[in-house]
């Protein structure tokens, strides 16, 4: 059993599937899990998604940024249909809960750690289709990286950091 950070990528954008409604039509490009006790990172090809789900499943803990409402949404199709019901830190839809409104990771990452993610979906699913899968697994593993400062920082302090529309920055209670 571990606590897994956990981030995919697609390999189609949101318009191209009918928008938001249809996450599941976006199939997996790629994804990367981060076992925090052991420190090991696995990466998955749409190939490896029967082991990714597997992955998933047995992990005591599933930490990640919007994966309810997105990757495992994503992964939904593969998983025969059913929804993942996993135990998972879902660390936008705390934020979500605590403030009312969605923040993007970057913008959270850049005000509570003072560093952003490398790149954006629509690059990565650029790079999948240009077939450079390692730039798509780099990207994905980054996302992780940033993905697990952010929990570990919330985890130890009890509070994130982000920016208000003013540019203010502005802090927020979490329980991770």
């Avoid at 005591?60 to 998972?88: H, I, M």
């Avoid at 650029?126 to 990207?139: M, S, T």
Wanted: proline residues 1%; glycine residues 6%.
């Amino acid at each position: 059993m571990a606590t897994l950070v956990f981030d995919l990528e697609t390999q189609h954008l949101a318009d191209e599937v009918g928008g938001w409604d249809h996450i599941a039509k976006m199939k997996l490009a790629c994804a990367v899990t981060l076992n925090l006790e052991s420190g090991a990172f696995t990466q998955y090809l749409e190939a490896d998604v029967e082991k990714l789900l597997a992955d998933l499943r047995a992990a005591s803990l599933v930490v990640g940024f919007n994966v309810q409402r997105f990757d495992y949404e994503v992964l939904r199709p593969y998983a025969g249909g059913k929804s993942l019901q996993l135990p998972t830190v879902d660390l936008l839809a705390d934020l979500y809960r605590a403030l009312g409104f969605r923040l993007s990771l970057d913008s959270v990452a850049a005000a509570t750690l003072g560093h952003t993610k490398s790149a954006d979906g629509m690059l990565a699913v650029k790079w999948f289709r240009e077939g450079q899968i390692e730039k798509l697994i780099d990207y994905c593993k980054q996302d992780v990286q940033v993905t697990r400062d952010l929990y570990e920082y919330g985890k130890k302090n009890k509070y994130v950091k982000f920016r208000d529309k003013f540019g203010r920055v502005k802090q927020v209670a979490v329980k991770w």
